[in-house]
């Protein structure tokens, strides 16, 4: 079940040098990267992941979250197994820091397996998500090809740690993108998650810039650690400045996981304070999760401020939306917007290999 790999380069002493994501793995012959997946077999770089799922899932796009791309459509979500990342606090540890033959199935999903399963369970879209999709690279492009030709949108949740050719090659066949911006210091990013905050960003800004993807920014809020107001305030400024305004930011909470069990939950006050901070920076689009917060996770609009889509957690209360034009006064509001939401679908686990297709 090993596939060839796309993103590599020979290096010295038989070893490849992985070209995916800024950790640069040099991988001795038999051996795996940091992700676990990426292997050097023969002196080529293969991967473990392609056509192998930790599981599939219905459910709401607000899940992912993205709160201005189709709301209350549902998408077929699946990952696989590994990561790029080291996060301490990992709230899907069990799927991402697992190797590939702990979590996955010994049943092969091809791509075009994949979208059949999404159109037999009624989901307009496909999803790769739960453990950071950029280290199956190879099969999530594949897969996407195969959601278009089917008419499917496709959506890509992620830390944005990837190498600039990668990314070019992965988001043109994405319609969707919510990436974690897990802090906003350097401090953070080496010490808790193993990485850098750089390529994050610039990764941010590229797609906000250069590409057509929706892309909407995730802050899980860790307390003690990356939840003081002045931190807050940069991040938000920040997004500002170098995304636009229009740009949805979640705030969400933390609950102890993982290697991180000392931390206590956020708490649902931290949000607010962190969203209204956010606001004041400039942001019309700011969001809470994890929590119940209804004012929270609705969607105002930011001429007249009306409610244009109206949430409960991850339910779609109501819309008062004109195609993408707020219904009380006019106002285009920035997004992918359909003339009326879906009926959500929550939760709805697909046993592997179930249906087979």
Known sequence: MLHEARYWEPADGGRVLCTLCPRACRIGEGQAG????????GGRLVTAGYGRSTGFAVDPIEKKPLAHYLPGSTVLSFGTAGCCLGCRFCQNWDISKARDDERSSDDRFTPERVVALALELG??????????????????????????????????VTSGYVEPAARTDIF???????????????????????????????????????T?????????????????????????????????????LHFTAFHPDYKMLDKPRTPAGTLSGARAIARAAGLRHVYTGNVHDPEGQTTFCPRCGARVVERDW????????????????????????????????????????????
């Open 34 to 41: 940091f992700c676990f997946i990426r292997r050097n077999q």
């Open 123 to 156: 989901a307009p879209g496909v999803a790769f998500t739960y453990n950071d999709p950029i280290i199956w690279a190879e099969y999530a492009i594949d897969v996407a090809k195969a959601a278009h030709a089917a008419g499917l949108f496709t959506v890509f």
């Open 172 to 210: 043109r066949h994405m319609d969707a993108t919510n990436v974690d911006l897990k802090a906003f210091t350097e401090d953070f990013y080496a010490r808790v998650t193993l990485a850098h905050l750089a390529p994050v960003l610039a990764t941010l800004e590229w797609l906000a810039k250069e």
């Open 212 to 248: 057509d993807v929706w892309v909407e920014v995730t802050n899980l809020m860790i307390p003690g650690l990356n939840d003081a107001p002045d931190e807050t305030r940069r991040l938000a400024d920040w997004i500002a400045e170098h995304m636009g305004v229009d740009v949805p």
């Open 314 to 357: 991850h339910a779609v209360r109501a819309v008062r939306l004109s195609g993408d034009a707020c219904v009380a006064c006019g106002e285009r509001i920035a997004g992918r917007f359909a003339e009326g939401p879906t009926a959500p679908t929550s939760g709805v686990r697909v046993p592997l290999g179930i249906p087979r297709v």
